[in-house]
C-alpha cells in the first residue's frame, strides 16, 4: 500500500508532479540576467561621465580644503618658541668666602684634596658656577696682582683653584663689590691702570665674571663699556665672560651717567628676595617680601636670586624652593648640610635631597628654565579653621611656570597652621599632578589639588597632568 495513499498530506507530492521538480520556484531569468554590452554603453553615456568627474573633483577639492585649513590652524597658533639659552642663564651660582680655600691651605696637602674633591662633587648636585667672595680683602688677597707675583701663596692657590674648577666644568666668577676700581685722580669712569692689569690677568687665568654692586663708582656705563672691551680679547660664544651687579635696593640703580640701565652692558642682576635685617625675620614679614618680590618681579634683565635677609630656620628650605622655580639664576649660598663628608646625617642627607631633586628638574624642565610666570591670588579651604583666615595668619603663596602644555604649581606655606585649598580655587587648576618636590621631600607620585593640605612652613612643586593654558 502506498505511504501517502488516499489523501495529500505532509511530505506527499501534487498529482501530476514529478519527484524531482524543485521544492522552490526559482525568479524569472530575466531578472538575474548581466547587463549586455549595449546596456553598459548606454548606462556610461556622457552624462553620467560628467557627474562622476565632478564627483571626483568635489571630493580633492574637500580634501585639500582640509588639509589647508589644518595646516593654517597649526601655523597660527600660539606655540613656544625655545630661547637659546647662555651658559649663566642655564646655571645655578654657588656663593662660597674665599677663606674656605685658604684654610684648607694651611692644613697642607690633605686639606687642599679635600677641597679639590668638593668641586667635582658641587658639579654633581647641578651646580654650574662658584661666586668666589672675600677674595681680594686686604688681609687674604690684594687687587693688585699681576703676572709677575709668582711666589705670592693666594695666588698659587688661586691658580690652582681655577685649574681644578676647569676641570670640573665648574665656572668661576670673582666678587669684587665694594671696592674701589677707578684711578686715584677721581676721574669718573676711569680704570686703575692696576684694575686693569688684573682684569686681564684674572681674564687669562680663566675666571668667567666679575660680581660688582650697584653703587660702586665702576656701575657706569663709561667703565662697563670698557670692560666689554676687554672681555671681548678674552670672550668667545662658549666662554663668554659676564658682568653681575648686585641690587642693593627695591628697584635697580639707573647707570653712573646714564638714566637707565643698558641691558647690553649687564648680563646678570643679583637680587635679594628678603630685606637685608639683623634679626631673623618673622613668617608674616618672610610672606610680604615675597610676594612683594613675586608681583613686582623686571624681565629686562636676566635675574639671579639669592635670600638676601636672615630667615627662620624653619623658612630656609622653603625659600630654597622659591628661588629654584623662579625665573632666572639661583644664587645659592654656602651651605655646611651640602658639603661632602663621610657621615651624612639624616637632615644632611634631606638637604641634598631637596637640593638635587629642584636642581635636576631646573636643569631639565624648560617650563622651570625660561617658561612664563604667572602669579596665582590664592584662597584658603573654607572647611579650614577660622583663626587661618585672621588677617595676621601668614598667606600661602602660589604661582605657576608654563612652557607650552607643561605646567608647575609651587605652593609656599609660610603659616604655623597646615592649610589646604579652596575647591572654587583649585577648581581653575587641573585636578591631579605629580609630586615634583617638598620641603620634606616625603611626598610621592600623584596627588588630587582638592584634597592637598599644606604643612606648616611646607612648600610643594607639582607637575600638573592636564594641558591647559594657564600664561
Known sequence: MPVNAGHVGYGSVPSGASETCPLLTPEPDSLWRPMTREELEAANG????????????????????????????????PRPVATPLKWWQ?????????????????????????????????????????????????????????????????????????????????????DLCKLDLLAPQGITGNLSATTQRALHFWLENGVAGFVICDTDAAYSEKTLLEWRRVFGEFSSPEEERIVVVKQTSDVLRPLNGSRQVNVTLVDVVMRSILPHSHHPLFAQEVADAVERCLQTRGDDIWPSWTVGGNPSQELKKLLLVLMMTLPGSPAIHYDKDMEKTKDKSKMNRAALQLFSSLSFSKAREEALQYGSFTFLPFNTSSSSNSSLSSPLSPPILAFLRSWGCV???????????????????????????????????????????YSLRLRPYEAIVIKLLEAQNYS
Open 407 to 449: 605646567h608647575f604649581l609651587v605652593l609656599l606655606n609660610f603659616g604655623f597652621q597646615p592649610q589646604s585649598l579652596d575647591p572654587a580655587w583649585a577648581s581653575s587648576l587641573p585636578e591631579a599632578g605629580l609630586f615634583v618636590a617638598s620641603t620634606g621631600m616625603d611626598r610621592f607620585v600623584s596627588t588630587s589639588l
Open 46 to 77: 556622457p552624462g553620467w561621465r560628467k557627474v562622476r568627474c565632478y564627483l571626483v573633483l568635489l571630493f580633492w577639492l574637500a580634501w585639500v580644503t582640509i588639509l589647508a585649513t589644518s595646516v593654517a590652524i597649526i601655523i597660527k597658533s
Open 90 to 174: 642655564k646655571s645655578l651660582f654657588y656663593q662660597l668666602q674665599a677663606d674656605k680655600w685658604t684654610e684648607a691651605q694651611t692644613e697642607g696637602p690633605e686639606g687642599m684634596c679635600a677641597m679639590d674633591e668638593q668641586l667635582p662633587y658641587l658639579k654633581s648636585l647641578g651646580i654650574g658656577a662658584l661666586i668666589l667672595k672675600g677674595v681680594f680683602d686686604v688681609e687674604v688677597f690684594p687687587l693688585n696682582l699681576t703676572a709677575a707675583d709668582k711666589n705670592f701663596a693666594p695666588l698659587a692657590w688661586m691658580q690652582h683653584l681655577l685649574s681644578e674648577s676647569h676641570k670640573a666644568d665648574l665656572k668661576i666668577v670673582l
